[in-house]
């Protein structure tokens, strides 16, 4: 076979959109923070995880299912589809897991939308949206937050064309853990067309506390609605990577097609069932983080007065191009946060003494 690439040409393998596209950011490694400043741990409220360690039964599910490594899982995953269920009330049927909630809206972008087709979201919202629409070949359409760094639902409304063929909606909002009460979500729900699918994002649903806020579960009889739930936030499974949708089983049918086969592996599917058994001890847990919650806002409050009410198990500091100053000022003082150029920075709630480390932080630097 001949080689017709010219010397000093390079052959391109890739697509050339990507170059454009954002690369997702994670939490940066405590570890490696603490190397760098020479103390023995640094703290991270990054990555909105839930700091109490796993849940009771969790580590014994895995480490038994780890016999078993040398088997696929059951790529049905019919056990935990049937405790999902049972639990939130709604049939084997209508429940479809997947890699974490964010590969569940990835796959709804691939069944649902053709190159071309739009995706109509808030931004600033969670920052994987724009990656798995424009890698799935679809166009995102972002509608500004509002000042109070909420949803604007009658501007994404209006933004809804021909060409759309999905809308997300995530409530709590991720990063700024603003919210949608219920009044207002049916007004949009109503307004979009039916043949039009509107993804409700609910990650962060166990820490909201203000009865006004809808859960997404009680729309999921329309049949262009869908609810994203993951079991990463309040059931302590982010290493695990399990999330599930509840909808119409129809759109559930058509998700199965596209999702990676086996991608819920033996150890998350046993991590998962043991965890749901513990529903109790997840309401205590999420008590805490929202006692907490209250506390660092006040606190936060006192420095910068338009920090708006969070519903998420993290608050949103709106810093504007202070954002990433800050953060920095808070790495040197050994404590991760998740600054937004240009927007804000998201904290997560973590312990009580990490959260007043956190704010000793603040207090010195926007005093």
Known sequence: MTDTARPGSPI???????????????GRSPADLARELGIPEAIKLAS???????????????????????????????ALHAALAE???????????????????EHLVRATCLPGDEVVYSWRS???????????????????????????????AAAVTDRTRMVVVCNPNNPTGTFLRRPELERFLDAVPDDVLVVLDEAYREFVTDPEVPDGLDYVHRPNVAVLRTLSKAWGLAGMRVGFMVAQPALVAAVRKVVTPFSISLPAQAAALAALAQADEVERRCALVVAE????????????????????????????NRSVEFGRACEARGVIVRPFPGDGVRITIGTPAENDAFLAVARTELA
């Open 12 to 26: 391109r393998l890739t697509r050339a959109d990507l170059d454009a596209l954002p690369n997702y950011v994670p």
């Open 293 to 320: 919650r209250e506390r660092v806002t006040e606190a936060l409050r006192a420095l910068v007065p338009d920090v708006p009410t969070s519903q998420g198990n993290f608050v949103w500091l709106p810093l504007g």
């Open 87 to 105: 639990r939130y009330g709604v049939a084997p049927e209508s429940v479809v897991t997947g890699c974490g909630s964010v590969a569940l809206a």
């Open 126 to 156: 969670f920052e994987a949206y724009p990656i798995v629409v424009a890698t799935s070949g679809a166009t995102s359409v972002q509608v500004p937050n509002t000042p109070e760094h909420g949803h604007d639902l009658a501007a994404m």
């Open 48 to 78: 909105n995880e839930v700091p109490y360690g796993p849940l009771p039964g969790v580590v014994e599910a895995i480490t038994e299912a780890a016999a078993g490594a040398h088997r696929y899982p059951d790529m049905g995953v019919v």
